[in-house]
């Protein structure tokens, strides 16, 4: 099934040229973000960004050729975190929403991830226990479509922090453990969730 369109108006604000974001006021980032408020922020920590036009509050938007999530609140502001995307052809663009969310999760490689790569995940056919060594991390939230239903597509944790800001997963959307966390709690059940395409396939191969 061919994944929803996505809107002009929507790739045009979140397209990777014209995206157009600035921090939000440092108190109120610096208040809310995880880390303390006499901490400096990295470039890698969740920040709040304003928006330079107004987007719905309660969405996810994610910019692969910026390696950028976005959480969407009131007065056209938005929690930006760092990731990582689907490496080569893996990554699928559309709409979709929020399915399912678990705290750690199970996993069990799909068949076309066995297929691809029996040497890596043929022992994990029978799945592998939610833990510190699971590849969804932390938290897992778990991506559908209308009359698709669970697509395999996840926005998950992962303990390797060294692969954010690259193009390396099966088609999933990685951020650290962390921040994971930090976002989990934020987003409810059947939030709309928005992957725009990806530019040209030789973006992805940074790191």
Not at 118 to 127: A, I, M, V
């Amino acid at each position: 099934m061919t994944a929803p369109m996505l809107s002009r108006r929507q790739a045009l604000v979140f397209g990777a040229s014209a995206i157009g974001v600035a921090m939000a006021d440092a108190g109120t980032a610096h208040e809310q973000d995880v880390t303390s408020p006499e901490t400096e922020l990295s470039p890698m920590e969740p920040r709040i960004v304003q928006m330079d036009v107004e987007v719905p509050p309660g969405e996810i938007h994610v910019v692969p050729d910026r390696f950028e999530l976005y959480w969407t609140i009131p007065d056209a502001q938005a929690w930006l975190y760092k990731i990582r995307v689907g490496r080569e052809d893996l990554y699928e663009p559309g709409r979709f929403y929020i399915g399912a969310k678990k705290e750690w999760p199970s996993w069990t490689p799909t068949p076309d991830m066995i297929a691809r790569e029996p040497e890596k995940y043929e022992q994990f056919k029978d799945g592998m226990d939610g833990g510190p060594d699971n590849p969804l991390g932390a938290r897992a939230l778990y991506l559908f479509q209308a009359g698709r239903g669970d697509t395999f597509l996840r926005i998950h944790g992962t303990n390797e922090p060294a692969t954010i800001g690259r193009a390396v997963s099966n088609g999933c959307v990685g951020l650290t453990n962390e921040h994971i966390r930090h976002l989990y709690d934020r987003v409810p059940m059947d939030s709309t969730v928005f992957l725009y395409p990806k530019a040209t396939a030789d973006t992805y191969t940074q790191g």
